[in-house]
């Protein structure tokens, strides 16, 4: 019924279903000194990915750099892609979004989560203190599976966590 009501439609959902990553677009400029070449440096990661990854774009952000991917751009509630679509196999990428707590708390899933924000320069450094840390305690309080939660320091340990995530889930499809 609530598809009905908000017009979701299953094509919505399989585009998702087909990828094992989303990236999260977030409009970061207010909060980071020079995001946009954290966003190149973090698109690069994900670029050794291309095929297995979707972007979502928030609705105060474009898709100026992710031409490899395919982005999804739709009004599509992002609470009713996560009910459809979303499993635990999901890979959730952003600097640290509200958005990567939408499928445990409204649903109960655990989707791995990738949050991006120490690969920026905040231009409060109180920032992380006061906005990221506490979002990422209260999915660390409700996790069961807290190595799920992944905070990379640099480029390279994005990349090894995706890797290594891919490989895992893969490894568990064979199975």
């Keep these: ?28 400029e207010e909060l980071f000194v020079k995001p946009t070449e954290c966003k190149k440096s973090i698109e690069n990661c994900l670029n050794n990915f291309y095929d297995k990854g979707i ?20 009004s599509t509630l992002w609470e009713l892609i996560c009910n459809m679509a979303i499993t635990d196999d999901h890979v959730l990428i952003s600097s640290c979004s509200t958005a990567q707590l939408i499928p445990k708390l409204m649903y109960g899933k655990e ?10 320069n905040p231009k409060d450094k109180t920032v992380i203190d006061k906005r990221f840390k506490p979002i990422v305690d209260k999915i660390k309080r409700v996790y069961q599976n807290k190595g799920k939660i992944i905070i990379p320091e640099s480029e390279a340990e ?13 490894d568990m499809k064979r199975k």
């Design 1 to 28: 019924m609530i598809s009905d009501i908000f017009n979701y439609k299953k094509e919505h959902g399989d585009k998702y279903n087909k990828k094992k990553f989303v990236y999260l677009t977030q409009p970061l």
């Design 55 to 74: 972007i979502r774009l928030h609705p105060r952000d474009c898709a100026e750099s992710f031409s490899m991917f395919e982005i999804d751009a739709s």
């Design 111 to 120: 989707p791995w989560i990738i949050f991006t924000y120490k690969l920026f």
């Design 158 to 170: 994005l990349l090894s966590s995706l890797v290594s995530i891919l490989d895992e889930t893969e």
